[in-house]
């Protein structure tokens, strides 16, 4: 498959994922006043300072242009959390955090296999020790997306396995690590100041590491979303987020208002359960999907 046939395919898959969401963005081309548009933009689930923000944008606008003007702005919007990758290390060591149930492991596995397709290597850590089923659910994936595993056992140190991981990397002159953890609540302090730990660790193995903190959210959740950012982004320092289920909901609009209120970069979107459905994320893409597609 070509580079370019792999975006073309990527383009498809958001657009299709994005189906449900996209037929509550449309009706904002049908709206015939400012306060149903305004009403529409908050069931959107893009929060109330980027539905000023696009009011602002659409106020006297004519309906035939309204698309238009919406589309680049909402693609401006995307953009306001930056989105340059993190400087080269090597093992890139990136740590995947959520709350439970949210698609870490999911996202794990496929982000791996997104990587190896680019020919890198990669070392998966299997830092959930609380679930017996957690190293199990992820060899499966590791095994798919054809990537070394360092399993755990349950009860387990969360940090040693991520530490054995980048141990192993680095003696394998490997490309990447990438460290599944569990679910956590960002109310729990105890759970949180494990992932501190682990974060610690990692930067005690490889200065600088882990060159990552992603969260992943569940898109279902909308405006909840928010919330859980800000907490898991005050106590763990996120570089940036990652969006799975979009496939499941009409609530894709709270991408803008994450990327707007957190200022923190959009890195992957998550549109279905196979290795194939995590694209990265690109902010014009993702504002013309909202409004063209099947
Ligand atoms: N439709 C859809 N389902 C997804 C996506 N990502 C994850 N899931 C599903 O969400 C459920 C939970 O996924 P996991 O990856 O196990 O979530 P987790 O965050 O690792 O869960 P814990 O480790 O228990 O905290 C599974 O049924 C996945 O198939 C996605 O992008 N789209
Ligand atoms: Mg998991």
Request: with cysteine; aromatic share 4%.
């Amino acid at each position: 498959m070509s580079a370019l046939e792999g975006i073309g395919r990527g383009l498809r898959r958001l657009a299709s994922g994005l189906a449900r969401t996209r037929s509550v963005f449309r009706r904002l081309l049908s709206a015939e006043s400012d306060e149903e548009l305004e009403e529409l933009l908050l069931g959107a689930d893009v929060g109330s300072r980027a539905t000023e923000l696009l009011l602002d944008k659409v106020r006297g606008v004519r309906p035939a242009e309204r698309g238009t003007a919406l589309e680049a702005e909402i693609a401006r919007l995307l953009s306001a959390g930056g989105g340059a990758p993190p400087a080269a290390a090597r093992p890139a060591v990136i740590l995947i955090v959520g709350v439970n149930g949210s698609g870490k492991t999911t996202t794990t596995g496929k982000l791996c296999y997104r990587l190896r397709r680019e020919g890198k290597r990669v070392v998966l850590a299997a830092a959930d020790t609380y679930r017996d089923a957690a190293a199990e659910q992820l060899a499966v994936w590791a095994e798919r997306a054809g990537v070394e595993l360092v399993s755990s056992r349950q009860g387990q140190d969360a940090a040693a396995v991520a530490f054995d991981a980048v141990r192993r990397a680095q003696s394998r002159d490997d490309d990447f690590v990438i460290v599944d953890t569990a679910g956590r609540l960002h109310t729990r302090t105890d759970l949180m100041q494990e992932a501190d730990k682990i974060k610690r660790v990692l930067g005690r193995v490889r200065p600088g590491a882990p060159e990552e903190t992603l969260l992943v959210l569940d898109a279902t959740v909308g405006q909840n979303g928010l919330a859980q950012a800000r907490a898991f982004n005050e106590q763990l320092g996120l570089t940036g987020l990652i969006v799975a289920k979009l496939d499941g909901t009409a609530r894709g609009g709270v991408l803008i208002a994450i990327a707007l209120e957190l200022g923190l970069p959009i890195r992957y979107v998550g549109t279905g359960e196979t290795l194939e459905d995590l694209e990265p994320f690109d902010p014009a893409a993702y504002a013309r999907a909202l409004f063209e597609g099947d």
